[in-house]
């Protein structure tokens, strides 16, 4: 046996180099592709961050991005070497720039990181705190081919869910627009048309009040470091740096819906309705998806039952018992429909 096992020695060494060394398989060869891809991605990282600082009229220095990166001077100084010399990147009198092709990456990563993050609260249902982790992982692997079919499938949306424009495949990005909630004039209604979610403390703050892109605001007061601003329902005061990361632009009349008209979300238990029709912002698989499920104009809804949780309802469309979360049932307005004597004489029966 102990020969036996003697002999198989050059065999078990011979199995281990192979599996070490063999080209594109072996664990070499994938040790590789991880140090490529974890440099690409630094790269690409290295783009977006200055990226952003030229859309605010800024320029980007080593210090900025040795704090956003997390990375000492040293490794910064060898990482805008190692962008120059691939014509990424060019060194000015007051920091770093772009060239034509670093800002093409660099607004390829931009449209990966804001598709997916209209992906996943659109489709996944992935509440706006936990959107932009999740997108700064998954920016990485997603190719332009991909990003297209994306955008298609997402029925090709302008802006994330924060209110950021999202770049078209041929690389044209819309201006933001609106200016900080803490510079607009009292008394004067304006929509949100963008939430900043850096820093994160300020931008939970936000999110805790229930603020988000599209909701029409009123300024009612400002003070030496509060700003009072009511959404209609509640009145919420904000500190002037908190209000300073809230975008608006002059709120639009909306378009009026037929008289007596409300969302599906604010049906009460047991209340009946007929569908009149989807919001305009619903598009995409979120827009065919209440569609496949019979949400299509005139057809009878009912609010079935109520969840202790909140989330998700149950409503009967054309028979069939369908779950939708307040997102979806707030993307689908309905006339409700008044009591027959007959069904109420039912109703009626039924507790006695």
């Given at each position: 046996?102990?020969?036996?096992?003697?002999?198989?020695?050059?065999?078990i060494?011979?199995?281990?180099?192979?599996?070490?060394f063999?080209p594109?398989?072996?664990l070499?060869?994938?040790?590789?592709?991880?140090?490529?891809?974890?440099?690409?991605?630094?790269?690409?990282?290295?783009?977006?961050?200055?990226?952003?600082?030229?859309?605010?009229?800024?320029?980007?220095?080593?210090?900025?991005?040795?704090?956003?990166?997390?990375?000492?001077?040293?490794?910064?100084?060898?990482?805008?070497?190692?962008?120059?010399?691939?014509?990424?990147?060019?060194?000015?009198?007051?920091?770093?720039?772009?060239?034509?092709?670093?800002?093409?990456?660099?607004?390829?990563?931009?449209?990966?990181?804001?598709?997916?993050?209209?992906?996943?609260?659109?489709?996944?249902?992935?509440?706006?705190?936990?959107?932009?982790?999740?997108?700064?992982?998954?920016?990485?692997?997603?190719?332009?081919?991909?990003?297209?079919?994306?955008?298609?499938?997402?029925?090709?949306?302008?802006?994330?869910?924060?209110?950021?424009p999202?770049?078209?495949?041929?690389?044209?990005?819309?201006?933001?627009?609106?200016?900080?909630?803490?510079?607009?004039?009292?008394?004067?209604?304006?929509?949100?048309?963008?939430?900043?979610?850096?820093p994160?403390?300020?931008?939970k703050?936000?999110?805790?009040?229930?603020?988000?892109?599209?909701?029409?605001?009123?300024?009612?007061?400002?003070?030496?470091?509060?700003?009072?601003?009511?959404?209609?329902?509640?009145?919420?005061?904000?500190?002037?740096?908190?209000?300073?990361?809230?975008?608006?632009?002059?709120?639009?009349?909306?378009?009026?819906?037929?008289?007596?008209?409300?969302?599906?979300?604010?049906?009460?238990?047991?209340?009946?309705?007929?569908?009149?029709?989807?919001?305009?912002?619903?598009?995409?698989?979120?827009?065919?998806?209440?569609?496949?499920?019979?949400?299509?104009?005139?057809?009878?809804?009912?609010?079935?039952?109520?969840?202790?949780?909140?989330?998700?309802?149950?409503?009967?469309?054309?028979?069939?018992?369908?779950?939708?979360?307040?997102?979806?049932?707030?993307?689908?307005?309905?006339?409700?429909?008044?009591?027959?004597?007959?069904?109420?004489?039912?109703?009626?029966?039924?507790?006695?």
């Open positions: 046996m102990e020969g036996f096992l003697t002999s198989l020695g050059p065999w060494i011979l199995i281990l180099m192979v599996a070490v063999w594109k398989r072996g070499w060869a994938k040790i590789g592709l991880h140090r490529e891809s974890r440099r690409r991605w630094l790269y690409e990282d290295a783009l977006k961050h200055i990226h952003a600082w030229e859309r605010r009229s800024k320029t980007a220095t080593p210090e900025s991005l040795s704090g956003a990166l997390g990375l000492s001077q040293r490794r910064i100084l060898a990482l805008i070497e190692r962008l120059e010399s691939n014509g990424l990147v060019k060194s000015v009198s007051d920091g770093i720039q772009l060239t034509p092709e670093g800002e093409a990456g660099a607004l390829h990563v931009v449209r990966a990181h804001r598709l997916w993050e209209r992906y996943l609260a659109d489709e996944a249902g992935v509440p706006m705190s936990k959107l932009h982790q999740a997108a700064e992982k998954a920016e990485h692997h997603l190719t332009a081919e991909k990003l297209d079919v994306l955008d298609a499938h997402l029925g090709h949306p302008q802006r994330d869910p924060h209110g950021d999202i770049p078209t495949s041929d690389g044209t990005l819309r201006p933001l627009g609106g200016i900080a909630l803490v510079a607009w004039p009292a008394d004067q209604p304006a929509r949100v048309v963008h939430i900043e979610d850096e994160a403390v300020i931008f703050q936000i999110l805790a009040t229930g603020i988000r892109p599209g909701l029409t605001l009123r300024v009612l007061e400002k003070t030496a470091d509060r700003i009072v601003i009511s959404d209609g329902e509640n009145e919420h005061r904000l500190a002037h740096v908190v209000a300073a990361n809230i975008q608006v632009t002059a709120a639009v009349e909306e378009r009026k819906m037929p008289q007596g008209a409300k969302r599906l979300a604010d049906l009460r238990p047991g209340e009946r309705a007929v569908m009149v029709q989807l919001d305009d912002e619903c598009r995409g698989f979120s827009r065919r998806r209440l569609q496949d499920l019979g949400l299509t104009p005139n057809a009878q809804v009912e609010a079935a039952l109520e969840n202790p949780f909140g989330d998700p309802r149950a409503f009967r469309v054309r028979g069939t018992l369908i779950a939708l979360r307040r997102q979806q049932a707030e993307r689908v307005w309905v006339r409700p429909l008044e009591e027959s004597p007959a069904r109420s004489e039912q109703v009626a029966v039924t507790h006695s």
